[in-house]
């Protein structure tokens, strides 16, 4: 899919930049780079200690949505497994590296064309549509991330910087 709409709290609708592009991306905003939490392990470079999650707000700039059934074991009371088919959705985001040097918890900025992995993630951890605000000092560009205080479930966990 190219766009989702959030009906909640604000009704952010929000554009896949690999759909998007050609249809509707030169005659408005751009409506793709949002705000996410994804879960991380702690310990991921030490494999020999146990997995410790913690959930992980970040930026990024969604690329696409993807919805398929999967089979998925049920298990009942009484110990017998079924499966049961479950639609998901599940969103493509490429993350921004953020630059730590101009970065504070509340306006976080990166610099332009600078994007680090690509995450796919339940489309239910996004938490809303981040605005992009150029940053008009000299040499090449940046962009601050900004978002609306009302946005529908925006994490209350503060962006590490």
């Known amino acids: ?21 050609y249809s509707r991306r030169n005659c408005s905003r751009d409506a793709t780079f949002i705000k996410y939490s994804r879960q991380v392990d702690r310990n991921a470079r030490s494999r020999n200690r146990d997995v410790d999650w913690y959930s992980k707000v970040e ?11 999967c089979p998925l074991p049920f298990i009942w009371e009484s110990n017998q ?50 605005a992009r605000l150029p940053d008009h ?9 900004g978002e609306r205080h009302d946005a529908m479930g925006a994490a209350d966990n503060e962006v590490d910087v």
Request: glycine letters at 8%; hydrophobic letters at 40%; one cysteine or more.
């Open 137 to 145: 000092g000299k040499g090449t560009r940046r962009w601050a991330l």
């Open 59 to 69: 930026y990024g700039q969604l690329l696409r949505v993807v919805q398929f059934q």
């Open 81 to 130: 497994v079924t499966q049961d088919s479950k639609m998901l959705l599940l969103a493509v985001v490429r993350s921004v590296k953020l630059d730590k040097k101009r970065s504070t918890p509340t306006m976080p900025y990166f610099t332009d064309n600078t994007f680090g992995q690509v995450h796919i993630i339940n489309v239910d951890e996004i938490s809303c549509l981040v």
């Open 1 to 21: 899919w190219g766009k989702v709409s959030f009906r909640l709290a604000g009704g952010d609708k929000m554009d896949g930049t690999e759909l998007v592009r």
